[in-house]
Structures are given as structure tokens and as C-alpha cells.
Nanobody
């Protein structure tokens, strides 16, 4: 059983910074792509940023230059550093990862989500 547990969400003023982390636990053999998605009220879930096991990153145009994704494989953890936050960044942020466990082949997993609210 794999679990992704996010932490670090909260309320922040526009222009400030906030960091999110997501730790994967369970009988993990390897983790491939890890990413962050977000879903604002009334909108579809969208990719914010992703990072491969090789360290290649991909960002949504709306967050380029403001957000940074990173990972520490020894901790099975992915991070999202969010700078210069805007009210439109307000959403529930979800961690996502492609994980191969000892007993199961590659599967996609989601965290439970963490709320980020940016006030103007």
C-alpha cells in the first residue's frame, strides 16, 4: 500500500512564499515522475509542475519563474516552492507520483490534497 502525504498548505498574502512537501511511503521499489496538480473551485484539475527521476522538470506557463519543484529520492519526497504567490494560485494542491512497488507494477497515485489560499 502506497500513501502520498502532503503538508505545507495554508493561508498566505499575495506576493509571499509558501512551500509544499509530499512524502511517499509504503513498499516502494522506485518512483518515476512526481508532480503537483491543483484544482480551484469550479475548474478542472491542472498540472502545476512535474519532475522525472532524472531531474527533468516541467512547469505550467502560469507558474514558470515563480514555482520550483524538486525531489529527494532518499526520502521519497517531492517539494514545491511557491514564490510571488497570486490570488489565482488559490486551489487545492495534489501530489501525484508514478510508483512501482515491490508487489505491484507501475501505478499512478494521488495524495489527499492540501489547501493553498492566497489573499489579495
Amino acid at each position: 500500500q502506497v500513501q502520498l502525504v502532503e503538508s505545507g498548505g495554508g493561508l498566505v498574502q499575495a506576493g509571499k512564499s509558501l512551500g509544499l512537501s509530499c512524502a511517499a511511503s509504503g513498499s516502494i521499489f522506485s518512483i518515476y515522475v512526481m508532480g503537483w496538480y491543483r484544482q480551484a473551485p469550479g475548474k478542472q484539475r491542472e498540472l502545476v509542475a512535474s519532475i522525472t527521476s532524472d531531474g527533468n522538470t516541467n512547469y505550467a506557463d502560469s507558474v514558470k519563474g515563480r514555482f520550483t519543484i524538486s525531489r529527494v529520492d532518499a526520502k521519497n519526497t517531492v517539494y514545491l516552492q511557491m514564490n510571488s504567490l497570486k490570488p489565482e494560485d488559490t486551489a487545492v494542491y495534489y501530489c501525484n507520483a508514478d510508483i512501482r512497488t515491490i508487489t505491484f507494477p507501475l501505478r499512478n497515485y494521488w495524495g489527499q490534497g492540501t489547501q493553498v489560499t492566497v489573499s489579495s
